[in-house]
């Protein structure tokens, strides 16, 4: 690949990951809220275990074995295979509130990517088995990025996100979020490593706090984020 389209190419990767990519990811925490409430997660250092306990067990075994082969379905032209893996990957959400979540943040994206003339996008805006992730794979695919660094930049926007709401529930300063960064950016690529070693058979999730928090917080009597 020439320099001046690999450096587009790392651009549009970066747009991808962007805070500012209005999908709405900053309304959910998958979980953390509820775990926060139970005091499961206080501080700096439960904050950091409870993110690489659901990167470990559940990102790494789940989302991102699905990215990978949703992206090298997506380059093959095979979008019957990325549809079967989109419906796989919401089928496994362990709750109602993830499975919104994934269709919300996928069907947003759907509509971002056809206003940048991703004119594959379109049919996913309404399909109940749109999901980020795939949409996500698609991008990263028309847009010609490795498969490895789509996963790389998708897990790393998962944990932003998740830094960011704790940051919103606890008292515990930016300077604490760029610690936990830290920390995690350096874990990435050994779970992205791992996750594309998972035979089809073994994909799954391992992380039971993670879908009873989910569940718990839909019924939340007060909530920051959305259910």
């Known amino acids: 690949m020439p320099e001046h389209t690999h450096s587009i190419s790392m651009l549009r990767l970066y747009q991808l990951v962007s805070p500012a990519l209005p999908v709405g990811a900053y309304n959910f925490s998958q979980g953390l809220e509820y775990a926060v409430h139970a ?8 904050v ?3 993110i690489i306990g659901v990167a470990e067990n559940a990102i790494a075994t789940l989302d991102v074995p699905l990215v990978l082969r949703m992206h090298a379905a997506w380059s093959d032209e095979d979008e019957v295979l990325a549809r ?14 993830l499975r919104a979540e994934e269709r919300h943040l996928g069907r947003s ?3 971002i990517l056809m206003s940048l003339e991703l004119t594959q996008a379109g049919p996913f805006i309404k399909d109940t088995n749109t999901s980020y992730a795939c949409m996500f794979a698609l991008a990263s695919s028309h847009w010609k990025i490795d498969g490895i660094q789509t996963a790389n930049a998708y897990v790393w926007a998962w944990c932003e ?4 709401a ?3 529930l606890l008292a515990i300063g930016q300077t604490a979020g760029q610690r936990m960064l830290d920390a995690l950016l350096q874990r990435i690529p050994a779970l992205v490593q791992h996750a594309s070693t998972i035979a089809d058979e073994d994909i799954g999730v391992a992380a039971p706090r993670l879908g009873m928090a989910s569940a718990w917080h839909e ?5 920051l984020f959305r259910s």
């Open 84 to 97: 079967r893996w989109s419906a796989y990957l919401l089928a496994s959400r362990e709750s109602e509130e």
């Open 161 to 164: 996100n998740q830094v960011l």
């Open 39 to 46: 005091g499961w997660v206080r501080d700096e250092c439960s």
């Open 109 to 111: 994206l759907a509509k």
């Open 219 to 223: 019924t939340q009597y007060s909530r």
């Open 48 to 50: 950091l275990q409870w």
């Open 166 to 168: 704790a940051l919103k």
